[in-house]
């Protein structure tokens, strides 16, 4: 019985996959654009104080600008979709659970819930790692324990303090 429930939820999830609405696609993109853009620019940073091998930064200015056209492109995009929905009157559900629970997260607490979230799990985090050492071992355990503990304060503690509220 269980089996068949697992295998109903593996189903739904590989066609949520398949069938993904193409705004959360764009919305995707346009955050790959700016995360790239971000990790180029600390690149940059380091290899201008660095000093050393400082002409790949030509290179990487020109990636920005590719990045920026990209996400410019992606965002016009974005929005023809969801204007061209509303016209039609196109309402679709989402039925992502954590999305869900972020959204409600965020009506009744707020964004800062999420940055609150964030802060106490690299505080909580870097506390107890840093009895340890700081080996490459110690700093992969201190990030992984980040993402737990943020799902867990956010998602578990934030959700039951939003229902409360």
Request: hydrophobic share 45%.
């Amino acid at each position: 019985m269980s089996q068949e429930k697992n295998k109903s939820k593996f189903e739904e999830w590989k066609s949520a996959v398949k069938n993904t609405p193409p705004e959360r696609l764009l919305k995707i993109n346009m955050q790959g654009y700016i995360l790239q853009s971000i990790g180029l620019l600390i690149v940059c940073t380091i290899l201008l104080f660095r000093g050393s091998w400082w002409w790949l930064i030509f290179a990487f200015i020109f990636s920005i600008w590719n990045n920026v056209s990209g996400f410019i492109s992606a965002w016009k995009q974005y929005d023809e979709v969801v204007s061209l929905k509303k016209e039609m009157g196109i309402v679709e559900e989402d039925k992502s659970l954590h999305r869900n629970k972020a959204s409600f997260i965020k009506s009744k607490l707020g964004k800062k819930a999420g940055w609150i979230s964030i802060i106490l799990s690299v505080l909580i985090s870097y506390s107890s790692v840093s009895y340890f050492g700081w080996q490459w071992y110690h700093k992969t355990i201190m990030i992984l324990c980040v993402f737990i503990l943020y799902y867990f304060i956010y998602f578990k503690l934030g959700y039951s303090l939003a229902k409360r509220k």
